[in-house]
C-alpha cells in the first residue's frame, strides 16, 4: 500500500518514484492518494510520521522512498558525499560535443580543432554552471583562490572571464583578449589549488562546477587549470 499526495496543484515526486520502485521491484501497488493538506496531515498525525509518501508492505510500514530502497537492498545515495562523477559526465559530453562539431565541419573526428573545442567547450559549460548562483560560487571560491581572498571581487569576475575566453576560442577570434585571460585565470587558478590540496593539505570541495558542488577539489580542478594554460599556449605558438 502506498499513502502519497496527489493534489489538483501538486503531485509528490518522490510518491511517483516509490510506485514506479515498487512496480519494477514486482509488487502489486494498492495506491492511496492524499488529496488535500488536511487529509495528509491526518494521515500523518494518525501513523505518527512526518513525511509523504509512506509505503506499507505485508501490513508493516516501511516508510517513505529512501526507507523503500533500503528495504529493497538499494543504494540511498548520500547528499552530502563527495563525488567526481559531474565533472567526469561534463568533460565526457564536451569531448563528444566537439567531436561531433569536428565531424560536422571536416568530416574527420579526431582533429587538432576538435582538442580546442572539447576545452573551449569545457570551460564555457563550466562558467555557465557557476553563473547559475554566482553568490555561491565565489563563496566556494573564497576558500582557497589566493586572489580571489585578496581582493574579493575576483570571485565574481572568474566565471564571466572564463566564459569570455572559452566562446571566443570557440571561434578562434579575439586571441589577444582570450590568450592573455585563459593564461591568467587557469595559472592563478592552478597555484592556488596546487597550495590548498598538495602544499595545505587541506580536504576542500572545488567550485569548478558551481557553489553546490561536491566535487572535491584536487586532481580534477588543477586539471582545469592546466587545460586552460596548455590551450592558450597551444593557440600563442600557432
Given at each position: 500500500?502506498?499513502?502519497r ?13 516509490a ?15 492524499l ?20 509505503v ?47 565531424y ?62 572559452g ?14 585571460v ?52 597551444w593557440?600563442?605558438?600557432?
Amino acid at each position: 500500500m502506498l499513502y502519497r499526495m496527489v493534489m489538483p496543484g501538486h503531485t509528490c515526486p518522490w510518491g511517483l518514484k516509490a510506485k514506479d520502485l515498487l512496480r519494477r521491484s514486482g509488487f502489486m501497488v494498492e495506491d492511496h492518494h492524499l488529496t488535500s493538506a488536511a487529509q495528509t496531515d491526518a494521515f500523518k498525525a494518525e501513523q505518527g510520521v512526518r513525511t509523504t509518501p509512506q509505503v506499507f508492505i505485508g501490513g508493516e510500514r516501511v516508510g517513505g522512498y529512501d526507507d523503500l530502497r533500503r528495504f529493497l537492498g538499494k543504494r540511498v545515495p548520500d547528499p552530502k558525499a563527495t563525488s567526481y562523477r559531474p565533472v567526469a559526465v561534463l568533460f565526457a559530453l564536451t569531448a563528444l560535443t566537439a567531436l561531433a562539431a569536428s565531424y560536422a565541419v571536416s568530416g574527420e573526428l579526431l582533429t587538432a580543432r576538435a582538442l580546442q573545442w572539447f576545452i573551449a567547450f569545457s570551460m564555457v559549460v563550466l562558467a555557465l554552471l557557476k553563473l547559475q548562483n554566482v553568490e555561491s560560487f565565489s563563496a566556494m571560491f573564497l576558500n582557497y583562490d589566493l586572489l580571489a581572498r585578496r581582493w574579493v571581487p575576483y570571485g565574481y569576475v572568474y566565471p564571466y572571464a572564463e566564459a569570455l575566453a572559452g566562446v571566443l576560442m570557440v571561434s578562434g577570434a579575439l586571441k589577444w583578449i582570450s590568450i592573455p585571460v585563459a593564461l591568467f585565470i587557469g595559472t592563478i587558478g592552478a597555484v592556488s589549488v596546487f597550495k590548498a590540496v598538495y602544499v595545505d593539505k587541506r580536504e576542500l570541495k572545488c567550485a569548478c562546477v558551481g557553489g553546490s558542488s561536491n566535487v572535491p577539489l584536487g586532481f580534477v580542478s588543477l586539471t582545469e587549470n592546466l587545460m586552460m594554460i596548455g590551450m592558450a599556449l597551444w593557440m600563442l605558438w600557432m
